[in-house]
């Protein structure tokens, strides 16, 4: 894009994020980074609108961006925020290293949905590289037993079985220590219905009747390798005068088909429009997302959806500092880095 046409891009953007109306070439004026009559500016805003980065109201002289004018604004134009020292020490205060990954990442989204003021979407998929540490079964009635399961990344999951006798003692013991002999150890990824009819076989004899608490265990461990989808601040999409009230409504109803928007999460800030995506629940609305990793391994990844003329210079940075600061207390590595370019000041204040 040329340099003056980039540079009235950039300021109708600017000015729309902060206004919310359309910008006209009177106001663009007096911007002295642009330093060129209305009338030329009038010329650059009608190419840009027939090249589909603006679009020009009916009731309005001024011009509004597009999804794809917001987009080459974010990857070409935008010139980030620095970050508050304050607010990465209140984050860093958040998330304890003690915490389990699910505890590091809910709070961590839970912690951009207040700096944001969007609702903060996450994912997480850290069970995927756990190992079982402990099967046990625990009687909760005639003839029904509560399979529990814990995994090396602090995830307890429970799941009720109902046999078909009642287990005495000598049957409970024996089993709980078959389970936690052949399982204590394996990876969840393992654990496939081949592993499972292994492991049934190896029963034998009158254990055998015991084979459903057996399934019962592949049966958590695919609920814990399921990708989770949490939304924190969803009142903040229901206060956004730009969203329809039944559009938020069948957000939060569809949240779990969110995990699609996030597969390039791993490729840096990757950035979804709702006018770009039909399938989307929210129109005039924007996904931003960032990977985090354990181990060197994708994790799960954490993000913002808002609307679209969201503040992108100061969201954008946090992201990218809590995608860091995730993968580093999952995976115990280096510290996070300030955004690139914000390594001064806030650096050495934090």
């Known amino acids: ?5 980039a540079k009235i891009l950039a300021a109708i953007v600017d000015a729309y994020i902060k206004t919310g109306e359309p910008v006209g070439s009177k106001l663009l004026s007096q911007d002295p980074n642009i330093g060129v009559s209305p009338a ?10 027939q090249e589909g980065y603006l679009d020009h109201p009916h009731t309005s002289a001024g011009r509004v961006p597009t999804y794809k004018g917001f987009r080459y604004y974010v990857e070409n134009l935008m010139c980030p925020e620095p970050v508050n020292p304050e607010l990465l020490l209140t984050i860093d205060e958040r998330l304890q290293s003690d915490m389990s990954a699910e505890a590091i990442v809910e709070n961590a989204s839970a912690a951009l949905a207040e700096i944001t003021q969007c609702a903060a979407i996450s994912t997480n998929h850290v069970s995927k590289f756990s190992v079982i540490t402990k099967v046990d079964v625990v009687p909760a009635g005639k003839r029904m037993y509560v399979l529990l399961m814990i995994t090396s990344n602090g995830s307890i999951k429970n799941k009720v079985c109902r046999m078909e006798f009642d287990m005495t003692g000598e049957q409970m013991a024996d089993f709980t220590n078959f389970l936690n002999e052949h399982l204590r150890g394996v990876n969840l990824e393992s654990m ?8 049934t076989a190896a029963l034998g004899g009158y254990m055998l009747s015991l084979s459903p608490l057996l399934h019962a265990v592949y049966e958590l461990s ?3 390798m399921r990708d989770s989808v949490e939304v924190k601040g969803e009142a903040n999409l229901l206060t956004c005068a730009e969203f329809p009230a039944q559009d938020v409504i069948r957000f939060i109803e569809r949240k779990a088909e969110l995990s699609n928007l996030f597969e390039d999460a791993f490729s840096g800030i990757n950035i979804r429009f709702g006018e770009e995506n039909g399938t989307f629940a929210i129109s005039n609305s924007t996904v931003i997302s960032a990977g985090y990793s354990k181990d060197g391994k994708p994790a799960g990844s954490i993000g913002v959806i808002g609307p ?4 992108y210079r100061k969201v954008i940075p946090y992201i990218e500092y809590l995608s860091r600061k995730v993968t580093q207390m999952l995976s115990e590595n280096e510290e996070p880095r300030l955004p690139e370019g914000k390594e001064g000041d806030e650096k050495n204040d934090k």
């Open 1 to 5: 894009m040329e340099q003056r046409a």
């Open 40 to 49: 030329t500016i009038r010329n650059h805003m009608a190419a840009l609108e």
């Open 192 to 199: 496939s219905e081949e592993y499972v009819e292994g492991l």
């Open 222 to 224: 695919e609920e814990m």
């Open 308 to 311: 679209m003329r969201m503040d």
